[in-house]
DNA sequence: CGAATAGTGTCTATAAGACATTATACT
DNA sequence: AGTATAATGTCTTATAGACACTATTCG
């Protein structure tokens, strides 16, 4: 507070990126093989250093999807998740990273990115339980990544990012059974989101057939909080792992 | 991706804080008059640099909180809000913002931090409606903050970190009321916080007296996710209330 | 005793959870 | 016809919302 000539101290920023998808009913994220140190060799999350001193955070973050998962940002949910910023989280010095969200719907598009040769899409399961061990902090921003869709999930239309443009209600039902890890009723399952006006919509008279009874189409609605909300039923549910902190109480 | 001497760019990190309080029922924030260019003398959420290369973010959120808000973090709660790094948001360079929430309980204490002798309480809805202009995008920064705030308190026990360590019903009904901006019933709300289990525990037989009948005291119970949650009313729906648009049946 | 605040009970409407059968297409 | 998937209705229980009175302290 006294040096007149004191100049904030500069950092590297990166992004991160914890992209969700479904793949045959169960939830999967994006992972990685670094190809440089540190931590080369390991399992990662996308993501990279902001490209140059005007770059926005945000496009730092559509451009790390795009080169490194092969993915268009502007049909997919993108929303901010955290800051990582730990002074020892990257030996190669002070490094800050901005965490992103993504959901993408099921993709037949295999992952041709350049920088990407070794990304693949891993079941959520087998890395909650630490089969591949991540590079960095990267655990713990899955980890509130994870916690973060599952609450959206109940509060906003996010269920719906995880589909295509059209969807049947089964296919919302199984996002929902995937993310929160549950099996659901699909009787009480059809009567809740139709009761939430604005949620789904009817979309045509279209149908789409996989043996059995055609299925009806919906598409997202404009509504994007949830009244009344989808609750997950009590809580097998401990807190997220972020550093929020509870007040001292004397 | 082809440059092999590329380094990355490098930021200036600050960290600003929305810190919420209630004073006479009514929700305030803290703003300082800013005392250096730029934006000087205009109003702002307090915050600053960080230290050195060193210093963790969140650290640097407590001593910001120290030092222009007089407040000791240890006693608060605080949470990472989200990150601002848009690249025209600060004339000076590339600033990029980590913003933080802080609740504070009702102070007694005067605000006499050194550096804020400008600090002062302001109530929300004078902010809200532009009475005093904020400088940067700390308008944003604020918005989100209070929508943070306003939806936490539906499902987590956010309400209490507003309240001293020992409170009355009443008393989290008032935070509930400033925060949402709504009347609540209080009967119904008497009911439902005390059907949460693990929301809020008796605190002794203590009693606290204004001139009625005494109230019992409750303190912060251990469950940080309330189940079932407290929902606020449905928001205005447009236009007029269709009547039932179910899919229509053949 | 009057004023002020705390605390409670009941009724109704809506939502949640459990549960089995019918409908429509395909092979 | 058999199989596979979609769609729906009802009952019971829990929670939400509306509503008015009694209880306890103080001056």
Redesign the interface.
């Known amino acids: ?1 006294s040096d007149e000539d004191w100049r ?7 992004v991160d990126l914890v992209i969700l998808t479904l793949r045959s009913s169960r939830l999967h994220v994006l992972l990685v093989e670094r190809g440089i140190e540190p931590h080369r060799g390991e399992q990662a999350l996308p993501g990279g ?9 945000a496009a730092a973050a559509e451009r790390e999807l795009r ?1 490194e998962a092969d993915l268009d940002a502007s049909h997919l949910h993108l929303e ?1 998740l ?2 990582y ?3 020892d989280r990257d030996p190669r ?2 490094v ?1 990273s ?1 965490a992103y969200l993504a959901i993408a719907p099921r993709l037949p598009r295999p992952l041709a990115g ?2 990407a040769a070794a990304a693949a899409w891993r079941p959520v399961e087998d890395v909650d339980t630490g089969r591949p061990k991540l590079a960095f902090d990267h655990e713990r921003i899955l980890a509130d990544g994870l916690e973060r869709a599952r609450s959206k999930l109940e ?1 906003s239309s996010l269920a719906t990012a995880f589909c295509d443009e059209t969807f049947t209600i089964s296919e919302l039902q199984q996002v929902y059974e995937a993310v929160w890890g549950v099996r659901l009723d699909q009787r009480n399952f059809y009567r809740k989101v ?1 009761a939430v ?1 604005g949620f789904i919509l ?1 979309a045509g008279t279209s149908r789409r057939t996989t043996g059995g009874r055609p299925a ?1 189409l919906f598409r997202a609605g404009p509504r994007t ?1 949830l ?3 989808l ?1 997950r039923a ?2 097998p ?1 401990e ?1 997220p792992s ?9």
Chains 1, 2 share one sequence.
């Open positions: 507070m904030p101290p500069a950092v590297l920023l990166a250093f902001l490209n140059n001193a005007g770059e926005d955070i080169e901010q955290g800051t910023g730990a002074p010095g002070r800050v901005v350049t920088d509060h139709q006006k009817p009806r909080d009244h009344p909300p609750v009590e809580p549910h807190g972020t550093p929020d902190r509870r007040p001292a109480r004397r």
